[in-house]
């Protein structure tokens, strides 16, 4: 019996999974004309150039089916990335001569053959493992050396019970905002005997620890779609993958493990739910203006479950979330918002960057150290044109600690040695206080003179820092969490106020999320959508459909 280089990995599962998994083409994962051209950057965003697969570290962009033994650049970057090169064991000639016949199974092809043991396709395993210089099979082989090479998805020359579980999963994958043509398996040209029983057992570990990288960390490199995504997300490596997979004896068991490799978090499943069920409610895709809306939005919901994927694991039990497009700060505990404020994000050109960090101390009081950027873009020019306009914004002129007279300034010349900061006070840019997780990027959450902002709906308005209405109300939530036990009320707090910088450091160091989220599922079930303020969701669509096509 031969099979098919086009043979699905259902040829050797059995008619139980056959029945619950119809083979699938690619035309049938091709993506319609006007869904790529709804899934590009609108005309707003045309200074975004189209992404390449050199974008992606790539020569090529890979093709949809994953080949047990067809070297995959995308894998490689997904799996390999800080896995120390170990030596795989190398079979001497005598274990070789000892190695025997490997013939053809005589069974008609999906029935369990007991010939093709377990021991023999360890024995080709190894073997396939040992051949070449294919980083990529590193972190394979270290995995079926700790067990002895014995298959974690093939029993009697077919797919075992936890083998059938996987491939159901991954075939539901969709409903995880990927792409289940990711995760096909197809055998190359050969007998059904225990080598490509081998092959189908590496290329099922491979699909599944491709699933476990791209459900934990995404599909996308975040620091290559934008310069103001500073994040490094949490992918789950081969080994763990395969460990957790081999843990699940049921096929139940197998289901949760699988589910397990998606982020935890509640605002996720919540997402991923309501994506499930807009692919229940769009039967079929339809070129209509209803058709492409709907596809559009289901394109929306996945480019948000991509970034969920580019979060911690663990947000922090108590943490500080900050939603850019929806303008807003929550102070979260134990999974619920416990203080809510309106905020003002970065404008356009100058974009709040996304990260994650820990806040440490809050300033009142503070000095506003005039960043370099609109020292050049705005003061320069306004001092050379009057030298009394900078004492009348009340800025300071500092040169080695000291504050200057810019009356003795000249302007015209090379101004490079001196800072510029304004005193407490208020007329201060920062207002009362500013909340602070030092950070690379000098963006932190502050207090501000100008409140009537708040009122507008659209709040894009600030040089990057996150500015906060209700700054009184979140410093006593903050410090009560971050001091607990000390009391902190809003009275206590008004007492700092003064002409000179106060700090007040936590004890205990609260994460903070600056994230971008343009959808959430609020607590009536119904989804909420923000305008997508930074085109963050246009790139991410253009760049899933680069990879899809």
């Not at 056959?18 to 051209?37: G, H, K, N, Q, Y």
């Not at 093939?154 to 019970?161: W, Y």
């Not at 500073?230 to 843990?247: F, H, N, Q």
């Not at 090379?414 to 997780?437: E, I």
């Amino acid at each position: 019996m031969r099979l098919g280089s086009k043979f699905r990995i259902l040829a050797l599962a059995g008619c139980a999974v056959a029945a619950l998994v119809p083979a699938l083409s690619a035309e049938e994962f091709r993506l319609a004309d006007w869904e790529v051209e709804q899934a590009v950057p609108s005309p707003a965003l045309a200074a975004v150039p189209e992404l390449t697969p050199g974008d992606f570290g790539l020569t090529a962009f890979p093709p949809p089916s994953v080949m047990a033994d067809t070297h995959n650049v995308e894998d490689e970057a997904l799996e390999t990335a800080g896995i120390p090169v170990v030596p795989i064991p190398q079979p001497s000639a005598a274990e070789l001569a000892a190695i025997p016949d490997d013939p053809p199974s005589l069974i008609e092809s999906g029935k369990p053959d007991p010939a093709i043991t377990s021991e023999r396709v360890a024995q080709q395993l190894r073997l396939m493992l040992a051949r070449g210089n294919d980083r990529a099979l590193q972190a394979f082989a270290a995995f079926y050396l700790a067990r002895a090479y014995q298959p974690l998805f093939v029993a009697d020359g077919v797919l075992s019970p936890r083998g059938q579980a996987a491939v159901t999963r991954l075939s539901q994958s969709g409903d995880d905002g990927l792409d289940p043509a990711a995760f096909l398996v197809s055998l190359p040209e050969g007998a059904r005997n225990a080598e490509a029983v081998a092959k189908l057992e590496l290329a099922l570990a491979r699909a599944v620890a491709t699933f476990a990288a791209q459900a934990s960390g995404g599909r996308t490199d975040p620091r290559k779609l934008s310069s103001n995504y500073d994040v490094t997300p949490p992918r789950i490596e081969v080994a763990e993958a395969l460990a957790e997979v081999a843990k699940a004896r049921e096929p139940g068991a197998v289901f949760a493990a699988l589910d397990g490799f998606n982020p935890p978090h509640e605002g996720f499943r919540k997402l991923r739910a309501k994506l499930i069920e807009m692919r229940g409610e769009r039967r079929e895709m339809s070129d209509t203006a209803a058709g492409r809306r709907d596809v559009l939005r289901e394109r929306n919901v996945i480019a948000n479950l991509e970034r969920w994927r580019w979060l911690p694991r663990e947000l922090g039990e108590a943490h500080i979330w900050v939603n850019i497009p929806g303008f807003g700060v929550d102070v979260m505990q134990n999974g619920r918002s416990i203080h809510h404020t309106r905020a003002i994000a970065g404008r356009q050109d100058t974009q709040t960057p996304i990260f994650s960090h820990a806040m440490s101390h809050i300033i009142f009081n503070p000095y506003w150290h005039v960043p370099p950027s609109i020292v050049r873009n705005s003061f320069l020019g306004g001092a050379r044109r009057d030298p009394g306009y900078l004492a009348r914004r009340g800025i300071q002129v500092v040169r080695g600690g000291r504050v200057v007279d810019p009356a003795t300034i000249n302007w015209q010349g090379n101004v490079s040695g001196y800072s510029f900061r304004q005193p407490p006070g208020v007329r201060n840019a920062l207002g009362r206080m500013k909340f602070m997780f030092p950070n690379r990027h000098s963006v932190y959450l502050h207090d501000t003179p100008s409140r009537n902002l708040f009122g507008q709906n659209q709040r894009a308005l600030s040089h990057g820092c996150v500015r906060v209405q209700h700054p009184e109300q979140l410093a006593e939530v903050l410090l009560n969490l971050g001091l607990p036990g000390e009391g902190w009320t809003g009275g206590r707090i008004q007492a700092m106020s003064g002409a000179n910088e106060r700090t007040v450091r936590f004890r205990q160091n609260l994460p903070i999320h600056l994230v971008y989220f343009t959808m959430a599922v609020d607590s009536t079930g119904s989804i909420v959508e923000y305008d997508d303020i930074y085109g963050h969701n246009a790139r991410i669509r253009a760049a899933l459909t680069s990879a899809r096509s």
